[in-house]
Every structure is written in C-alpha cells, then in structure tokens.
C-alpha cells in the first residue's frame, strides 16, 4: 500500500517537472536562405533576431550550393526555403523545379524573395512551385517587417517545427 503511494506521488511529481520543462523547450524553424548579398543576408538574420523567431539559418550563396546542401545526405530536414531569383549559377526558377521533383521537400514551404519586380517573374515562381513570392522592400525597417511576416504566418506554423 505504501509502495503504490509513493510510486503514485512519484509519478505526479514527475509529470509536474516534466511540464514545467516543456515550457522551457526551444521550438525553432530551420532555414535556408540562398543569397547572394552579403548585406540582405545580415539584414535577414537581424530579422529573425528582432522578430525573436528561433530559427536555425543555413546560408548558401548561389543555386548550386542550395541544391547541393539540400541533396546531401548530412542536410537536415528544413522548413523553409527562402531564395532570390537571381542567384547566380542555378536560377531560383531552377532551384524551385528540382525542389519540387524531390518527396523529400513536399513540406517545405518556399519563399521567394527577391529585387526582381517582374510580373512574370511571380507566375514563373508560382509555376515552379514557390508558395510565397515577396519582392524585396527598399527600407531596412520594412524588409524586417516583412521577414518577420514571413515566417510567422499561418501557412508557416503549419509546417513540422523541430526541437532543438
């Protein structure tokens, strides 16, 4: 009879811990964001700092090392693919098509963000399969705020989130 007291009180005081610790578990997204300038690549990673978005961000600067880090065996699984359509060696439009060939990306959520203002540029994205096409605001506080939109959006928390 003690013994099922004990072991009873044990188990609550471990439920107890356990939930408080659950409060203090990181959730983050993890990123990756192929850019070109280094200066969109600071600003995108202040982004995430002030919106206090915990996030792993993976930096590649052209499409070739995008498609190879996200075909490498030691990738991780990433939420979001945030990329410029101008990127050198393998366009965003070339990226996109192969991210979408492959299974293993069908959950990820595809960002484009980029300088280029091209109506066809926004229905190529869509085509390619993009989910987002965002062109680049002029001002430093409006590209944070978009950033910030971008990856607190309902479509986003939708996604798989990993725990650090």
């Known amino acids: 009879m003690l013994f ?11 439920v107890a811990i356990l939930s408080e610790l659950n409060t203090y578990v990181c959730m983050y997204i993890n990123i990756v964001l192929a850019e070109k300038d280094a200066e969109y690549q600071e600003i995108f990673q202040e982004a995430l700092e002030e919106a206090h978005i915990s996030a792993m961000l993976t930096i590649v600067n052209d499409g070739k090392e995008l498609m190879d880090k996200l075909k490498s065996p030691q990738s991780p699984t990433y939420n979001v693919v945030v990329l410029d359509m101008n990127i050198p060696k393998k366009s965003g439009i070339q990226c996109l098509k192969e991210i979408r060939k492959d299974n293993k990306w069908n959950n990820t ?5 980029t300088s280029d203002k091209n109506k066809n540029q926004v229905e190529k994205a869509y085509l390619a399969g993009a989910n987002l096409f965002v062109t680049k605001p002029d001002s430093y506080n409006d590209y944070i705020e978009t950033i910030k939109k971008i990856l607190t959006s309902e479509r ?7 725990f650090k």
Do not use: A
């Open 4 to 14: 099922s007291y004990i072991t009873s009180v044990l188990y609550i005081l471990l």
């Open 109 to 113: 959520f595809s960002v484009v963000l």
């Open 156 to 162: 986003e928390m939708s996604l798989p989130i990993y």
